[in-house]
T-cell receptor, first 114, second 111 residues
Framework: AQSVAQPEDQVNVAEGNPLTVKCTYS??????LFWYVQYPNRGLQFLLKYITGDNLVKGSYGFEAEFNKSQTSFHLKKPSALVSDSALYFCAVRDEGGADGLTFGKGTHLIIQP | NAGVTQTPKFRVLKTGQSMTLLCAQD?????MYWYRQDPGMGLRLIHYSVGEGTTAKGEVPDGYNVSRLKKQNFLLGLESAAPSQTSVYFCASSSETGTQYFGPGTRLTVL
């Protein structure tokens, strides 16, 4: 069975500082990894994904994530946080061969303080 | 393109009532999914479909049924609603590359 852990319920960062939202995963095969963002009372928006290739993946709104196979991690990062980045962030995983949906972490609330 | 749309946006049911949630996508995706989101639990997969006429159970299928009669539509049914089914329901669709695109959600309250 596959699983995702987001160890922090909430991350607080000052505007302009770098941010990191942590994610670790477990799958039986090669992982497909995703980050989504959810603003209040909205659906999930796709940010970025890792399927294969370069371990550093760049996505929307200046976000990037680093795939680390040995640590089974896929942390989301941004060099300089904006107040508008405040939202709920979800990490998700599926096995390379699977079409049976994504397994999501419980989400991390990111709060950017002015 | 509208992407993924869901109908209705909000609904209040009484225990034992039935309803159907409609999901439609205009991206010609083969795969479609229904998730529920509950506070502190992330999203959990209810049912999914890998093509027209096919459906399969996800992590939390009990109390729900689905149908995929047309490629662009995926229906989620509650035959006898229970308070435990109070949740926000999201539909998603994807191609084989795996990126899922989500609808805006349906907020369901069962009294």
């Amino acid at each position: 069975a596959q699983s995702v852990a987001q160890p922090e319920d909430q991350v607080n960062v000052a505007e302009g500082n770098p941010l990191t939202v942590k994610c670790t995963y477990s799958v039986s095969g090669n992982p497909y990894l995703f980050w989504y963002v959810q603003y209040p009372n909205r659906g999930l928006q796709f940010l970025l994904k890792y399927i294969t290739g370069d371990n550093l993946v760049k996505g929307s709104y200046g976000f990037e994530a680093e795939f680390n196979k040995s640590q089974t991690s896929f942390h989301l990062k941004k060099p300089s946080a904006l107040v508008s980045d405040s939202a709920l962030y979800f990490c998700a995983v599926r096995d390379e061969g699977g079409a049976d949906g994504l397994t999501f972490g419980k989400g991390t609330h990111l709060i950017i303080q002015p | 393109n509208a992407g993924v749309t869901q109908t209705p946006k909000f609904r209040v049911l009484k225990t034992g009532q039935s309803m159907t949630l409609l999901c439609a996508q205009d991206m010609n995706h083969e795969y479609m999914y229904w998730y529920r989101q509950d506070p502190g639990m992330g999203l959990r997969l209810i049912h999914y479909s890998v093509g027209e006429g096919t459906t399969a159970k996800g992590e939390v299928p009990d109390g729900y049924n689905v149908s995929r009669l047309k490629k662009q539509n995926f229906l989620l049914g509650l035959e006898s609603a229970a308070p435990s089914q109070t949740s926000v329901y999201f539909c998603a669709s994807s191609s084989e590359t795996g990126t899922q695109y989500f609808g805006p959600g349906t907020r369901l309250t069962v009294l």
